[in-house]
């Protein structure tokens, strides 16, 4: 063999070579390609799924704002049946004390139904006065409470769980005055 030919057999078995790692490589891009249109669609659908999620989550929070109350409300109203019932009363001298004890029987009912929802009285007459828990409207010498504590209560503090859902208006005792 002469150069030549050596030079042409080389060239041809460079140029095979070439060609098989030109195919090798349109082959890996080509699984590349694939593999990254899966990754695309998959991310897609993904993307799509969580958009429904959050759709959904929006949707069931509203309607836990809007509907929340619904059970306590429920409730509510066989409270208000009975006050209605009592209004409809003729109170005379003769029934005004059975009048007087549906109206109690009625103020037990609803408290029952603020404790059954989670709200609660918070107790205060006598108690250290907290600023978190009460407003003072004055305050008023007391020889039987401790200055700082809650003499009276004008009206009642409420929790709703371990949340205060309304402060009470108290009168604190203070020292009395030394004469």
């Known amino acids: 063999m002469n150069s ?15 060609e098989e790692t030109v ?4 082959a890996e891009n080509q699984k590349l390609a694939e593999e990254a249109e899966k990754f695309k669609n998959e991310y897609l659908y993904l993307k ?10 929006i949707k069931e929070r509203a309607d836990l704002l809007k509907f929340g109350a619904e059970r306590f409300i429920r409730d509510l ?3 208000l049946d009975n006050f209605e019932r009592g209004l409809l009363m003729k109170v005379t001298p003769d ?6 004890k549906g109206v109690e029987m009625t103020a037990s009912e609803l408290k029952t139904l603020l404790n059954k929802h989670s709200v609660t009285e918070v107790p205060s007459e006598g108690l250290a ?3 978190n ?10 020889e039987s409470i401790p200055p700082g504590h809650v003499l009276r209560v004008f009206q009642k503090p409420y929790k709703f769980h371990d ?17």
Do not use: C, M, W
């Open 95 to 100: 029934n005004y004390l059975s009048f007087v």
């Open 133 to 142: 828990v009460h407003e003072a409207l004055s305050a008023e010498p007391s």
């Open 48 to 57: 799509a799924e969580f958009e429904n999620y959050k759709r959904h989550a």
């Open 77 to 79: 109203l066989g409270v």
């Open 163 to 179: 949340k205060i859902l309304r402060t009470g208006q108290v009168v604190v005792a203070k020292k009395p005055e030394a004469n």
């Open 4 to 18: 030549n030919e050596n030079a042409n057999s080389n060239q041809n078995q460079t140029n095979a070579a070439g």
């Open 129 to 131: 006065f907290d600023p």
């Open 23 to 26: 195919v090798s490589i349109s």
